[in-house]
């Protein structure tokens, strides 16, 4: 499987932004559909973001359309979340996660690869 490893997450203030980066490595990453979910203390992990093996297509939580862009660049083996206008609902560890092959889902159970985690904190 590909290992998956967050970075960027930290401490903003509301309105604040941040860009979230997952670098893969260990299998070939254009092989993957990729996606973010996040999960907040006490509630279940949920989707944020998808995009497809070449980029081309992506979809979005409501509660992040408009504030949030996923991209990827596959010759650095490397996707990431661009959010802007934070807001404190937005606090949560947030996780990448790869598909091999397939196509765009929300649908956790569909990921087999899993990052560790990166927490975004979002402070009123």
């Known amino acids: 499987q590909v290992q998956l490893v967050e970075s960027g997450g930290g401490l903003v203030q509301a309105g604040g932004s941040l860009r979230l980066s997952c670098l893969a490595s260990?299998?070939?990453?254009?092989?993957?559909?990729m996606a973010w979910f996040r999960q907040a203390p006490g509630k279940e992990r949920e989707f944020v973001a998808v995009i497809s093996r070449g980029g081309g297509n992506t979809d979005y939580a409501d509660s992040v359309k408009d504030r949030f862009t996923i991209s990827r660049d596959n010759a650095k083996n490397t996707m990431y979340l661009q959010m802007n206008s934070l807001k404190p609902e937005d606090t949560a560890v947030y996780y990448c996660?790869?598909?091999?092959?397939?196509?765009?889902?929300?649908?956790?159970?569909?990921?087999?690869?899993w990052g560790q985690g990166t927490q975004v904190t979002v402070s009123s």
């Open positions: 260990g299998r070939t990453f254009s092989n993957y559909v």
């Open positions: 996660a790869a598909r091999f092959l397939g196509e765009l889902t929300k649908v956790l159970t569909a990921f087999a690869s």
